[in-house]
């Protein structure tokens, strides 16, 4: 007895309520746009710059007292999150400290660190700190930029590359759906203020691999289905494409999802916003490829008669020896 | 039909089990590590001790020895990004210049007069002459002292800019010359950096050198970024200034020229001085820790090298009695009167030092001082303990996926599933075989890679088994089905790889540290996926199907 996520023969009109589900991806998009606009991002001083200090004492955090100690120094904008994870031990509490960049300095400078150090140990005298990291305006002026170039930079090659596999139509669809998935991660960051930092931007551009992984194998049944059902409507080979390669989506989002899952619960919480990140966008990444992507290349059309030139493009991998 | 040339399977299964015998060695991390350390240390020294026998026998000789780095954040360490201020370095230069320029223009007096240099922007040597209708002379004087450029791209331009502003001759670093000038600015400042980390003995650091200006170090196993910056961020500027006078205030009047530096020993105390210096640090050949045979405090010897003997042989004899500055990156070490000619290039610093002091010291002036300042634009401290759980949290989590991967599969596939499963296994074993291989650092991140690459490696063989499943509704034999399901998923596989691929070079060549790691991972993960998915369960089920020859398969 075989474990089927779908029946073997499925006929799910995928296009029945295409307008509630466009209509849904386009609310939340929305949606995400002005959370995003209202309560801004909750960024890491990758971006911000600042110092972050990690604290580690067998009491449990108590973040007035921490707050007291620290308000002294006057040293601006500190935040202090408690960090709980199942991972730790019943006496392991532990902390985020955050400090803002302070003006006229790159990196912070020992004498700050060592003052806030000393500053915390008035409260918990045996308070370790496992990490300590500094970053100046300078540099997460610069990551920034970084980071929305690689955004960019593989959006425009994703679309070319479908482009050249496919035709223009698919490529529009494929980043019209990615686009889609982006914003709607950015939406959550921004909605449950997790810390938005370089690992979130990794997070965000595997989310891009991902769901355009999705939307790909989708798109090559739909060539393939193209080809071989020249006379009926392209809905239909849509929906007929969708069905066919519905339990291979579904398998391998379950297993991605199965092992992200380990790491979300078990990964620890240095690691856990971006893990986050990819389960949640491996969810929106299939959502998408199954009812944005196709939608959109409905939306504008796509050339029928697929037999002769593109024909040769399409097939130019069968003929390797696997 | 089903067939696999034999020279085919042969290089599968040499493939895997290469990935696998390279692999290995990270499964015993700590045995290995500490068998390759004696044998670095056995082949630094030349010298084999039992305990360091002892440490080498932990790991038989034959097997490969190669491990995966381990980043930062999971090994605990230190990371500095650190910028290079270059252009330190055109003043210094363009103050070595001026006794050229001085010379030159005097060989020029009867048409330019008398000359003075003035004070001037960093970057800019100002010299005013007396007779301004000379002006063109004088230019031509200083731009015969210009050398052609020496580098690839500076061909053909000359190193000066000079030109005349009314009666001051200016000089300036061409912007050819200041690009060649900033390529050894940065060489030098990463050869500095390393010889100091590596004079205190960590395990590998990494040195690199970052865009235009900056510098990345990441020591493992350092106590903190703070000790690092103490190690490599001093500059260990050693200069010998002649000393024009002593005051007490700080604000004292000076001469163009000049220079007011604190006293290291004795505070409010300071020191006018000529700001061109007799000798420098760079002439240094050999610096040791020492103790003063006099009074017995510590002390740091030196020998210059002859340039260096040379020039500062010719000023100790020219002025006995007068007192010279030993200056350590601006500030006044001592300041002793010399009581005779020191021709022998070699001499002795005594200050207030404790024996770590001169160590030091001795240290910093053997490796050389940093040709320019360096500023710490980003510093990370990653404890132990906190990388040490990041491990232990990250393998159970790996293998949890993994259990629950192959459960899933083996409940989903059936027999296929245990196969798709053999060949997840060893796709672990394969990425792990690379890293290993090409000396990749782990990351956490890239912990997450690996798991992530868990749950997507079955995607090829999910494509290809869910193909083979459509193709048996055909009916027309299982070996066709196989067949037409390897072949009509190909190309969804390559595309849906493909994509992936690009987007984790995109990581690798804009992401930095972690998020590189994470690339990595997730890059090599897709290849060895691919690999294992097409080739290695292809093998698997033909083997089978060539035994068993089923009349019927359930996928």
Do not use: C
């Not at chain 2, 005349?164 to 300036?172: L, Q, S």
């Not at chain 2, 022998?344 to 940093?370: K, M």
């Not at chain 2, 990581?507 to 890059?523: A, D, E, I, M, Q």
């Amino acid at each position: 007895m075989r474990l089927r996520l779908v029946p073997d023969e499925t006929n799910i009109d995928f296009f029945k309520y295409a307008r509630a589900t466009f209509g849904a991806s386009i609310v939340a998009m929305v949606l995400s746009l002005g959370i995003w606009f209202a309560m801004g991002l909750n960024f890491g001083i990758d971006f911000l710059g600042g110092t972050t200090l990690r604290t580690e004492a067998s009491e449990p955090v108590n973040v007035g007292e921490y707050r007291a100690a620290l308000d002294a120094l006057a040293l601006g904008d500190v935040s202090i999150t408690e960090v709980f994870d199942p991972t730790f031990a019943a006496d392991q509490h532990v902390a985020m400290i955050r400090i803002q960049a302070q003006d006229g300095q790159e990196a912070v400078t020992p004498e700050t660190i060592n003052a806030v150090q000393d500053a915390l140990r008035t409260v918990y005298p045996e308070m370790t700190f496992p990490s300590v990291e500094s970053v100046g305006p300078k540099v997460s002026g610069e990551l920034i930029t970084t980071a929305l170039i690689a955004v960019a930079a593989s959006l425009a090659a994703i679309l070319i590359y479908i482009w050249l596999r496919f035709e223009w139509q698919f490529s529009v669809g494929a980043v019209a759906a990615l686009i889609h998935d982006i914003v709607l991660t950015v939406g959550v960051f921004s909605l449950l203020q997790i810390r938005f930092d370089l690992a979130t931007i990794a997070a965000l551009l595997t989310i891009v691999g991902y769901s355009i992984n999705d939307t790909v194998v989708i798109f090559d049944r739909l060539r393939e289905n193209l080809i071989k059902y020249k006379q009926r409507p392209l809905q239909d080979v849509m929906n007929l494409s969708a069905n066919e390669t519905l339990s291979r989506t579904l398998m391998t989002s379950g297993t991605t999802l199965l092992a992200l899952l380990a790491l979300l619960i078990l990964g620890g919480d240095v690691i856990r916003g971006f893990v986050f990140a990819i389960f949640w966008g491996v969810i929106v990444g299939t959502y998408s490829s199954i009812y944005v992507a196709k939608n959109v290349v409905l939306m504008i059309g796509v050339k029928r008669d697929w037999s002769k030139p593109d024909n040769k493009s399409g097939t130019q991998f069968s003929n390797i020896d696997a | 039909m089903l067939q696999i040339p034999l020279w085919n399977r042969l290089m599968i299964t040499l493939v895997v089990l290469a990935g696998i015998s390279f692999a290995m060695p990270n499964l015993f991390y700590d045995r290995v590590e500490r068998h390759n350390d004696a044998v670095a240390e056995m082949e630094a020294t030349g010298i084999s001790t039992d305990a360091l026998e002892a440490e080498r026998a932990l790991w038989p000789e034959v097997l490969p020895s190669t491990l995966v780095n381990l980043g930062l954040d999971l090994r605990g360490g230190a990371h500095l990004l650190a910028e290079v201020r270059v252009e330190d370095v055109y003043e210094a230069r363009l103050d070595a210049l001026w006794p050229d320029v001085r010379d030159a223009l005097r060989d020029v007096r009867d048409t330019v007069g008398t000359i003075r240099r003035q004070d001037a922007a960093p970057g800019e040597l100002r010299v005013r002459i007396s007779q301004p209708d000379g002006m063109g002379a004088a230019v031509a004087a200083v731009r015969a002292l210009a050398q052609p450029v020496v580098s690839l791209t500076g061909v053909g331009s000359s190193t000066l800019d000079v030109r005349g502003e009314n009666d001051v001759v200016v000089v300036t670093l061409s912007a050819a010359e200041q690009e060649a000038t900033d390529t050894r600015t940065m060489q030098q400042s990463v050869e500095i950096v390393r010889r100091r980390v590596d004079e205190a003995g960590t395990r590998e650091p990494t040195i690199q050198r970052q865009g235009t200006d900056r510098i990345l170090i990441q020591v493992p196993g350092i106590g903190s970024a703070q000790e690092l910056k103490d190690l490599i961020g001093t500059t260990a500027r050693l200069t010998f200034n002649p000393v024009v006078g002593r005051t007490s205030d700080p604000e004292a009047d000076l001469e163009s020229r000049q220079i007011l530096l604190p006293s290291l020993d004795e505070p409010g105390t300071f020191y006018i001085l000529e700001q061109t210096p007799v000798v420098t640090g760079d002439d240094l050949v050999d610096s040791q820790p020492a103790f003063d045979a006099q009074s017995g405090v510590p002390a740091v010897t030196f020998q210059f090298n002859p340039t260096g003997a040379r020039a500062f042989g010719e000023y100790t004899s020219a002025n006995v009695g007068a007192p010279f500055a030993i200056v350590l990156d601006e500030e006044v070490i001592s300041a002793p009167v010399i009581r005779s000619a020191i021709t022998g290039g070699s001499g002795q610093i005594t200050g207030n030092f404790t024996i770590e002091d001169s160590t030091e010291l001795a240290v910093l002036l053997r490796a050389g001082a940093l040709p320019a300042e360096m500023v710490f634009l980003e510093e990370r401290t990653i404890g132990p303990e906190l990388g040490a759980d990041s491990i232990a949290a990250g393998e159970t989590a790996a293998l949890v996926a993994f259990a629950a991967v192959l459960i899933f599969m083996v409940l989903s596939y059936g027999l296929f599933g245990v196969f798709a499963s053999v060949a997840l296994i060893l796709n672990v074993g394969l990425i792990f075989g690379v890293l290993s291989l090409i000396g990749a650092t782990l990351t956490l991140p890239g912990i997450a890679g690996i798991v992530l690459t868990i749950g997507m490696a079955v995607d090829a063989n999910v494509l290809v088994f869910e193909r083979i499943r459509e193709e048996l509704k055909t009916a027309r034999g299982p070996a066709r089905a196989i067949e037409l399901g390897y072949s009509r998923a190909l190309s969804a596989i390559v595309d849906a790889n493909l994509t992936t691929f690009i987007i984790a070079v995109i990581l690798f060549v804009l992401g930095s540290g972690p998020v590189r790691g994470f690339s990595v991972t997730l890059g090599i993960g897709i290849v060895t996926s691919v690999f294992t998915a097409i080739y290695v369960t292809r093998l698997l089920i033909v083997t089978w199907f060539d035994r068993r020859r089923p009349k019927t398969i359930e996928v």
